[in-house]
């Protein structure tokens, strides 16, 4: 049974940066599509960044691009996020995803069947 667990979340003033990581267990990562979402008070889960099976290029939201930076150590069975130049609306618990199959739509919640319990990041301004 697949099992994911997210740490690595906390506070940081804005412009800071936080990284935060996911650990898979009871399967290899490498054979998933993993992603990273993010869920804030009162909105929709939001897709923030998909790996495919640990190739080396991957997929991120508007929001996000060229501030996040998703990862994947498939010797830890490990998949993280390194998040710089972090804003207040990057407020949110985040959380992995995974999911044997390519996501038609990577920003789909229903396209993953495996969830983490997730991890708060706040950022203040």
């Known amino acids: 049974q697949v099992q994911l667990v997210e740490s690595g979340g906390g506070s940081v003033q804005a412009g800071g940066s936080l990284r935060v990581s996911c650990v898979m267990s009871?399967?290899?990562?490498?054979?998933?599509?993993m992603a990273w979402f993010r869920q804030a008070p009162g909105k929709e889960r939001e897709g923030v960044a998909m790996?495919?099976?640990?190739?080396?290029?991957?997929l991120y939201g508007d929001s996000v691009r060229g501030r996040f930076t998703v990862s994947q150590d498939n010797a830890k069975n490990t998949l993280d996020l390194q998040m710089t130049s972090l804003k207040p609306e990057d407020t949110a618990v985040y959380y992995c995803?995974?999911?044997?199959?390519?996501?038609?739509?990577?920003?789909?919640?229903?396209?993953?069947?495996?969830w983490g319990q997730g991890t708060q990041v706040t950022v203040s301004s």
């Open positions: 995803a995974a999911n044997r199959e390519w996501p038609a739509r990577w920003r789909d919640v229903n396209e993953y069947k495996h």
């Open positions: 009871g399967d290899t990562i490498s054979r998933y599509s």
């Open positions: 790996i495919y099976r640990s190739v080396d290029s991957a």
